[in-house]
């Protein structure tokens, strides 16, 4: 599949996300849960629109160091209804020269994945080998890591082309993607092996 299908398919996906988290908060009576989906598809919606004015420069190659890259990435999301922890010090960042708009897609790709398996927090570490991202959602199977090894999606229907999508940047830039399931809590870690 084509890049431009991708991201297709992940605006698309990110469309849907909305309708369906308006339609549920339509359907219940109550008020308040109402104004929550409002805000989470308004969150969602804003960072749609921040991509479609990048989308222009995404080509832009930029050295940047990665921890800053990061607290700028999730700032906004601090303001969610979950929390987002950047772990490492400025010491223990790497400077990566790459396009900024791609790896911040591939970047919030992971976080969407974590929102969608219902994570609550997640935590983002970060030193000279690697950038892992853990979470506390519904955690993924062995047979899943098989299947995204495979075809780059759990999904049966021609969806979910996301982390193929992140495979297929960070490669570019010489790094590998694990993903494990977390065992002694809930949750999903992803890691991106950087070659440094």
Known sequence: MSDEKI???????????VK?????????KDVNILQEKVKNSNIILDELSQYCK????????????LNVFLKKCFSRWHKKFWSIDIIGTSNA????????????RAFENIILNSLEAE??????????????????GKGISQEDITKIKETGTTKEKGRGYGLSMVKNYI??????LELKNN???????VIFHLNT
Do not use: P, Y
């Not at 990048?54 to 940047?64: A, C, G, L, N, Y």
């Open 7 to 17: 991201l297709a398919t992940e605006v698309l996906r990110d469309i849907e996300k």
């Open 93 to 104: 960042s790497v400077d990566v020269e790459c396009s900024a708009v791609k790896l911040n």
């Open 171 to 176: 490669s570019k830039l010489g790094w590998t």
């Open 183 to 189: 065992k002694k809590s809930r949750g999903t870690t």
């Open 54 to 65: 990048e989308v222009v420069d995404e080509e832009r190659v930029v050295t940047m160091s």
């Open 119 to 136: 994570a609550t927090e997640i935590k983002i570490h970060v030193d000279k080998t690697l950038i892992s991202f853990i979470d506390d």
């Open 20 to 28: 369906k988290d308006l339609e549920e908060g339509l359907q219940n």
